[in-house]
């Protein structure tokens, strides 16, 4: 089955500072990759995704993300953090073999010291 | 459009009562999604629908829970007879392909006492 990890269930930055969550996942072929951030109380906003193509992909609020098929990854990254970037970060993968769902890593929660 | 709508954003419920969530998916948006919830936890996969069809439902979800998609347009999700670990946020989710790139509404939390 297609999994998710997250290995990293909380992470704490100061505000300036560079940021790279990490995600692994599990899936046989070429994957859809997204990244999602949830704010308290909140539903999910989609930060970025990669279908195929560039492996570097730049999404909203300053956001990037690698896919490196070699290691399974799919990592986050921002260069320099704000502290309203302080949030839950999800990693997902799209399962298209069958059961076409999103699959999602447990999270990763952001903690921003000023 | 403003988006996925979900109604109510909170729900207090005693055991053994039924509950009810509606879901206003984007417009032109074919797929609409269930997930749910728990602190701590990603976003588990409940079910989902293509336009008025109900294609999958997760093995989470017990025979006290059940969706409809009247006329390809809004969900409901009911549970019925709750339990108090039914307590959790319930997600909806639409997309316009089975591509995946699905936006999320705000989601019902739920509180079973």
Known sequence: AQSVTQPDIHITVSEGASLELRCNYSYGATPYLFWYVQSPGQGLQLLLKYFSGDTL???????????????????????SVHWSDAAEYFCAVFDQGGSEKLVFGKGTKLTVNP | DTGVSQDPRHKITKRGQNVT?????????????????????????LTYFQNEAQLEKSRLLSDRFSA??????????????????????????????????????????????
């Open chain 2, 21 to 45: 969530f509606r879901c206003d998916p984007i417009s032109e948006h074919n797929r609409l999604y269930w997930y749910r919830q728990t602190l701590g936890q990603g976003p588990e996969f």
């Open chain 1, 57 to 79: 992909v730049q999404g909203i609020k300053g956001f990037e993300a690698e896919f490196k098929r070699s290691q399974s990854s799919f990592n986050l990254r921002k260069p």
């Open chain 2, 68 to 113: 409809e998609r009247p006329k390809g347009s809004f969900s409901t999700l009911e549970i019925q007879r709750t339990e108090q670990g039914d307590s959790a946020m319930y997600l909806c989710a639409s997309s316009f392909s089975e591509v995946g790139e699905a936006f999320f509404g705000q989601g019902t939390r739920l509180t079973v006492v």
